[in-house]
């Protein structure tokens, strides 16, 4: 099985799963752009109870069932939580080694910078992908 491992820039939170994830998706939607700091959030979806996460957390409800995790020492934003799912997705940016990531589809593509061109020939929705 894959294992996933990263943390935050200094050190302080550290995560792992051993299992492989769900999806690995690009969400070009405005909260993730604001949570992340960034045109848009690359990350891989994992069951919760998959993900160990160790460390000091810090975290904020970015809509009603969403909870963003982050370092409360050097801020960086490490994942977005959906308890009612169960899912949680890790930003690929905190990931060890994020050439592994391999984006299945591009998300929420309405509101994506009008400077960004997509032509990696993955799938595009403009809202949530289907069911």
């Given at each position: 099985?894959?294992?996933h491992?990263?943390g935050?820039?200094?050190?302080?939170?550290?995560?792992?799963?051993?299992?492989?994830?769900?999806?690995?998706?690009?969400?070009?939607?405005?909260l993730?752009?604001k949570?992340?700091?960034?045109?848009?959030?690359?990350?891989v979806?994992?069951?919760?109870?998959?993900?160990?996460?160790e460390g000091?957390?810090?975290?904020v409800?970015t809509s009603p069932?969403?909870?963003r995790?982050f370092c409360p020492?050097c801020?960086t934003?490490?994942f977005s939580?959906?308890?009612?799912a169960?899912i949680?997705?890790i930003?690929t940016?905190?990931?060890d080694?994020?050439s592994?990531f391999k984006?299945?589809?591009?998300?929420?593509?309405?509101?994506k910078?009008?400077?960004?061109?997509?032509?990696?020939g993955?799938?595009?929705?403009?809202g949530?992908?289907?069911a």
């Open positions: 099985m894959a294992r491992q990263g935050c820039l200094c050190g302080a939170v550290r995560y792992s799963a051993d299992a492989p994830p769900i999806n690995e998706r690009i969400c070009h939607c405005r993730c752009q949570a992340i700091g960034a045109a848009f959030n690359a990350r979806l994992f069951r919760i109870d998959d993900v160990t996460i000091p957390l810090a975290t409800n069932d969403l909870k995790g020492s801020g934003t490490m939580r959906r308890d009612s169960g949680i997705g930003t940016g905190s990931l080694d994020p592994g984006p299945q589809m591009h998300i929420f593509t309405a509101s910078q009008p400077w960004l061109v997509l032509d990696d993955l799938p595009q929705y403009e949530a992908p289907p």
